[in-house]
């Protein structure tokens, strides 16, 4: 009893336009130039069925057997042998970016290993399952050697020994640090605006923040302004004083 035909999908269908660059094997016409259809290289009443390598692009007049050029049976050995050699190729391919993945993701740990180990120098224990996520994303991102330098430059700057207090802060900050080296990296001055703010933050109990960058983006302009403007945040005692320091000098 001769094989029931099943419809090919137009999923498979476009599979198979695809694979044959939307070109008629038989004649070599291709679309829009002619209606292209999918044809059975061995018949569906012969045991043919809708696998991708039994099926072919024909134009509308071939696939009525009104073409001029039928597919040999070397062709149609030629045109499988094809398909499983780009089939192996993409199998190799799928092997080189698995073992690629694989070995960024060692790199990775390895990473996070390192910050670890300059965890450890401070008494702290290895990051937690939270922790490294967090650390590898901020890697990828923005480059381990930045990010372990703003682990040093948080330490030297708010770890205080024995202070369990100012350990936390020092890990709480290296994420706003790199942030704030990427900013000093793409705009100098805007980073030193932060710089400032960062300043009055951490010494007055009060500023009015937006006054403050007012100020800021219409009197820092060099790296000269900032000096100045570093001078008065750490000699202020309070925003009123540093406000009258700004307005003395810029006004």
Partial sequence: MPNKRKSITKKLRFEVFKRDSFTCQYCGESAPDVI??????????????????????????????????????????????????????KREQLKLLMNWKKELNNIADEQIGYINDFLSGYGLG?????????????????????????????????????????????????????????????????????????????????FNEKRLWAMLIKHLKSMDDYAIFEGYAKECRNWSEFVEMVEENYL
């Fill in 36 to 89: 292209l259809e999918v044809d059975h290289v061995n018949p569906v009443k012969r045991g043919g069925e809708n696998e991708i390598l039994n099926l072919v692009t024909a134009c509308f007049d071939c696939n009525r057997g009104k073409g001029k050029h039928p597919l040999s049976e070397n062709d149609t050995l030629k045109k499988q042998k094809e398909q499983l050699d780009e089939l192996n190729i």
């Fill in 126 to 206: 290895s990051l937690t399952e939270f922790g490294a996520k967090k650390y590898k994303r901020l890697i990828k991102n923005n480059g381990f050697k930045l990010v372990y330098d703003c682990f040093e430059i948080s330490f030297d700057q708010y770890y205080v020994e024995d202070d369990r207090e100012s350990l936390e802060k020092a890990i709480r900050f290296v994420e706003k640090i790199v942030r704030n080296k990427k900013l000093e990296q793409k705009d100098p001055i805007a980073a030193k605006r932060y710089y400032i703010r960062g300043i009055l933050k951490n010494r007055l109990g009060y």
